[in-house]
Every structure is written in C-alpha cells, then in structure tokens.
Nanobody, 121 residues
Framework: QVQLVESGGGLVQAGGSLGLSCAAS????????MGWYRQAPGKQREKVAT???????DYADAVKGRFTISRDNAKNTVYLQMNSLKPEDTAVYYC???????????????WGQGTQVTVSS
C-alpha cells in the first residue's frame, strides 16, 4: 500500500507565500514523476506543476514565475513553494505520484488527500 501525505496548506493574504510538502511512503519500487494539482470549487482538477525523477519541471502558465516545485528522491518527497499568491490560487491542492510497487507491475497514479489553500484579497 502507498500513502501520500500532504502538509502545509492554510490561509494567506494575497501577495504572501506558502509551502506545501508531500511525502510518499509504503511499497514503492520505483518513483517516476511527482506533482501538484489543484481543484477550485466548481472547476475541474488542473495541473499546477510536475517534476520528473531526473528533475525536469513543468508548470501551468498560471503559476510560472511564482511557484517552484522540487523533490527529494531519497525521501520520496515533493515540495511546492508558492510565492506572490493570488485569490485565484485558492483551491484544494493534491499531491500526485506516478510509481511502481514492484518490478512486476506497471506504473500507477497515486493521490494525496488534498490540502486547502485559501488566498484572501
């Protein structure tokens, strides 16, 4: 069994900063990409940022230049530093990991439980 546990959400004023972290644990054979997604009320879940095992990053246009994703492969942990936050960044943020639990299985997506980020104007 694999668990992704997020932490670091909360309430912040516009222009402020928050950091999120997500630690994966359990039966992890290989970890591929890790990332962050978000879902605002009434909207579909959207990608925020991803990072491959080799460190290549990709960001949604809406967060480029403001958010930074990083990971610690030894700890199976991914981070998201969010600066210059805007009210439109308000959403539940979900951690995602693409991994294999054994050499005999294919890769699967795993999700965290989500953490609320609220940016007040």
């Amino acid at each position: 069994q694999v668990q992704l546990v997020e932490s670091g959400g909360g309430l912040v004023q516009a222009g402020g900063s928050l950091g999120l972290s997500c630690a994966a644990s359990g039966s992890i054979f290989t970890m591929n990409a890790m990332g962050w997604y978000r879902q605002a009320p009434g909207k579909q879940r959207e990608k925020v940022a991803t990072v491959t095992s080799g460190g290549r990053t990709d960001y949604a246009d809406a967060v480029k230049g403001r958010f930074t994703i990083s990971r610690d492969n030894a700890k199976n942990t991914v981070y998201l530093q969010m600066n210059s936050l805007k009210p439109e960044d308000t959403a539940v943020y979900y951690c995602n990991a693409v991994l294999k639990i054994s050499s005999l299985t294919s890769e699967h997506n795993y999700w965290g439980q989500g953490t609320q980020v609220t940016v007040s104007s």
